[in-house]
């Protein structure tokens, strides 16, 4: 069998807001690069290179295709990292994964804070194709930086149409996908192949932190559909009181609605987690579990509940009552994070490290977001 390589052009990859052309291949971002002109922040820079949501997209009768991709992940001494994958999706159906070996590694030593980079090998996914006409996504890592290099196919490769309605989401790490097992499985991909739209996820690990310039990305971006989670970032950060909260959410809106006054929007509150339902951040990894190969996260609590300081609990309340306040925009929609996620959730799908949902529950999540935005009724019905 005789492959031919293609190499990758920027109309392939859906779900990118630009595609970084390397001395490699291309590398997708998730932000635009003015963000990072205005605020060179280097955990949201660093998460908006890790391509959630980002996949070739492309029609083909091939029935072989390989993809060659140069990886770039972050890792922690002597801590476990599942690699991330990538996955297979034909026709709207996720069909195979292939986990990722090889590329480079920035290393952190968490007792002393050294990083140091390690350089590896291009990684090399070869998948089976069904006989015919498909169209195939290839969804490209949560939870690391690819470079792109070529595609090999034995029959011609071209660009796909998007699929559906443009749904655009912004959130935290969950949304971005952390402890998800491959990257279809991350709940937003879930929902988004339950729903039948195109997903642009601008879910950023540590980063949903009710930035204006993120609004601004949202704004500027053609949609169908828009949800925003927030709550968690700015509790484990520590980062407002309820004071400073309440108008920045607003303001995020009002951005948001100068450039979609009509479009359906879903503000939707913290899922449930037991560190941070009454205790407010800071937050950190707690050091005792560095040596049990599981980072766990704690909340470093002082028992202070003064000047409003913010609680899951305190967030929840603020943003209900903020949408009952907008009642002037009828096309806003409140979605409790506690329906996705909430206390009895917790019992039988525990958070592996109190912070972020696993592989399974990520799937519980994406199903009931989808129930309940695009089923009958839903604001995303239709």
Not at 57 to 64: D, E, Q, S
Not at 119 to 140: K, N, Y
Not at 249 to 276: E, K, M, Y
Not at 318 to 340: I, N, T
Request: glycine share 10%; hydrophobic share 40%; with cysteine.
């Amino acid at each position: 069998m005789t492959l031919t390589t293609t190499r990758p052009t920027p109309d392939l990859l859906h779900g990118a807001a630009e595609v970084e052309t390397t001395a490699r291949g291309l590398r997708p971002q998730r932000l635009p690069a003015w963000v990072g002109r205005q605020f060179p922040d280097g955990q949201l820079l660093a998460m908006a290179a890790q391509p959630s949501g980002v996949r070739l997209a492309l029609t083909t009768t091939a029935t072989v295709l390989e993809v060659d991709v140069h990886p770039l992940r972050m890792a922690f001494r002597g801590v476990h990292r599942a690699r991330g994958a990538l996955d297979l999706v034909v026709d709207g159906v996720l069909v195979a994964s292939d986990v990722l070996t090889g590329g480079d590694a920035l290393v952190t030593d968490l007792s002393t804070g050294a990083t140091a980079l390690e350089p590896g090998e291009p990684h090399t996914a070869r998948f089976a194709l069904p006989a015919g006409a498909s169209t195939v996504e290839v969804w490209l890592p949560h939870n690391e930086s690819v470079e792109v290099l070529a595609l090999r196919a034995d029959a011609p490769v071209r660009a796909a149409a998007p699929r559906g309605r443009r749904w655009v989401h912004h959130g935290s790490s969950i949304s971005q996908g952390s402890n998800a097992a491959t990257p279809a499985g991350t709940w937003p991909a879930v929902a988004a192949r339950l729903g039948g739209v195109d997903l642009r996820n601008l879910g950023f690990g540590g980063s949903a932190l009710v930035d204006p310039f993120t609004a601004r990305v949202i704004r500027d971006t053609p949609a169908d559909l828009i949800s925003v989670k927030l709550g968690i970032n700015v509790v484990n950060l520590d980062g407002m009181r309820l004071r400073t909260f309440v108008p920045a959410v607003h303001g995020f809106l009002d951005t948001i609605r100068d450039g979609h006054p009509t479009t359906p929007l879903v503000l939707v509150s913290p899922l449930f987690c037991g560190i941070h339902e009454d205790a407010p951040g800071p937050g950190s990894i707690d050091p005792s579990s560095f040596a049990t190969g599981q980072a766990r996260f704690a909340a470093n609590d002082d028992g202070a509940r003064t000047h409003g300081r913010l609680t899951l609990r305190v967030i929840r309340d603020a943003m209900a009552s903020l949408v009952e306040r907008r009642s002037d925009d009828p096309h806003l929609h409140l979605l409790d994070g506690l329906d996705l996620y909430g206390e009895a959730d917790a019992r039988t799908h525990p958070l592996p490290d109190a912070l972020h949902p696993d592989a399974a529950t990520h799937q519980v999540v994406g199903e009931r977001f989808a129930r309940w935005a695009f089923g009958a009724g839903g604001p995303f019905a239709g």
